[in-house]
C-alpha cells in the first residue's frame, strides 16, 4: 500500500514527444495517448524540432503553421502541451540540448522521451548519447512485424510502447494534399481545415 507521505514525494512523470509534426497526424495522438496509459504518464509534452540533425531536408511548413496545428490538434486532450524551445533556438534540433535545458527547468521530474523504433535503432549516431541515457528512460515505439533493435549503449534504460500498425505519416499527408487527394481521416479535421484554408503543402 502505498502511503500519504509516499505520494507526497513521487516525481512527476514527464514524457517529451520530439519530432517535426509536419503535420501532427491521427498516429501521433494515437501513439501519444498509448505511452500514457502504458508508461503511466503525469504529462506528455509535444516539442516540434527546428531541423533533425539527421535529416538533410528541414520541415516544409513554417514553425508558427506546425505550433497551430498542434494546437488545433490538442484543443480536447487532457495532459497533452507544446513545448516551442527548439523552434525558438532554431538551428539544428539536438535532443541532448533539450533534455539539459527541461531538466533545469523541471528538475523535480522523472523524464521520459519518446521515439520510434526506427530512430531507436540509430540512437548511437545522436549527440552526447552517453550523456544522454543517463538522464532519461526510453519510451520504444513498437509496430508489429518490425524487428526492435536496442542499440548497445552502456546505461541505457528504455521501455516498450505496444501500438498497432498505423498507415498515417505526415509525408503521405503532404502527398496527398500536393496530389490533390483527399486527406480526411488521416488528421484532426481542424487541422485539415487549416491546412486546407492556408494552401500548405500544395
Not at 540540448?97 to 520510434?116: H, M, P, Y
Given at each position: 500500500?502505498?502511503?500519504?507521505?509516499?505520494?507526497?514525494?513521487?516525481?512527476?512523470?514527464?514524457?517529451?514527444?520530439?519530432?517535426?509534426?509536419?503535420?501532427?497526424?491521427?498516429?501521433?495522438?494515437?501513439?501519444?495517448?498509448?505511452?500514457?496509459?502504458?508508461?503511466?504518464?503525469d504529462d506528455l509534452i509535444f516539442m516540434p524540432a527546428a531541423h533533425?540533425?539527421?535529416?538533410?531536408?528541414?520541415?516544409?511548413?513554417?514553425?508558427?503553421?506546425?505550433?497551430?496545428?498542434?494546437?488545433?490538434?490538442?484543443?480536447?486532450?487532457?495532459?497533452?502541451?507544446?513545448?516551442?524551445?527548439?523552434?525558438?533556438?532554431?538551428?539544428?534540433?539536438?535532443?541532448?540540448?533539450?533534455?539539459?535545458?527541461?531538466?533545469?527547468?523541471?528538475?523535480?521530474?522523472?523524464?521520459?522521451?519518446?521515439?520510434?523504433?526506427?530512430?531507436?535503432?540509430?540512437?548511437?549516431?545522436?549527440?552526447?548519447?552517453?550523456?544522454?541515457?543517463?538522464?532519461?528512460?526510453?519510451?520504444?515505439?513498437?509496430?508489429?512485424?518490425?524487428?526492435?533493435?536496442?542499440?548497445?549503449?552502456?546505461?541505457?534504460?528504455?521501455?516498450?510502447?505496444?501500438?498497432?500498425?498505423?498507415?498515417?505519416?505526415?509525408?503521405?499527408?503532404?502527398?496527398?494534399?500536393?496530389?490533390?487527394?483527399?486527406?480526411?481521416?488521416?488528421?484532426?479535421?481542424?487541422?485539415?481545415?487549416?491546412?486546407?484554408?492556408?494552401?500548405?503543402?500544395?
Amino acid at each position: 500500500m502505498t502511503t500519504l507521505a509516499q505520494q507526497a514525494t513521487t516525481k512527476p512523470r514527464i514524457a517529451i514527444y520530439g519530432g517535426a509534426f509536419d503535420p501532427v497526424h491521427c498516429a501521433h495522438l494515437e501513439v501519444a495517448r498509448m505511452a500514457c496509459r502504458q508508461a503511466s504518464l503525469d504529462d506528455l509534452i509535444f516539442m516540434p524540432a527546428a531541423h533533425s540533425p539527421l535529416k538533410v531536408q528541414g520541415p516544409v511548413a513554417s514553425g508558427a503553421a506546425r505550433i497551430k496545428m498542434l494546437e488545433l490538434a490538442l484543443a480536447d486532450e487532457v495532459g497533452f502541451s507544446i513545448d516551442d524551445f527548439e523552434l525558438k533556438r532554431s538551428g539544428v534540433s539536438y535532443t541532448i540540448d533539450t533534455v539539459r535545458d527541461f531538466k533545469n527547468r523541471k528538475s523535480e521530474a522523472e523524464l521520459f522521451w519518446i521515439i520510434g523504433g526506427d530512430q531507436f535503432a540509430q540512437l548511437d549516431r545522436w549527440r552526447d548519447t552517453n550523456q544522454l541515457v543517463k538522464m532519461l528512460t526510453f519510451l520504444v515505439l513498437a509496430r508489429p512485424g518490425y524487428d526492435l533493435s536496442v542499440p548497445t549503449i552502456p546505461e541505457l534504460v528504455w521501455k516498450k510502447v505496444e501500438a498497432p500498425l498505423m498507415n498515417e505519416s505526415s509525408t503521405l499527408v503532404r502527398e496527398r494534399v500536393a496530389g490533390g487527394k483527399s486527406i480526411m481521416g488521416l488528421l484532426p479535421s481542424s487541422v485539415e481545415a487549416f491546412i486546407r484554408e492556408n494552401r500548405l503543402y500544395t
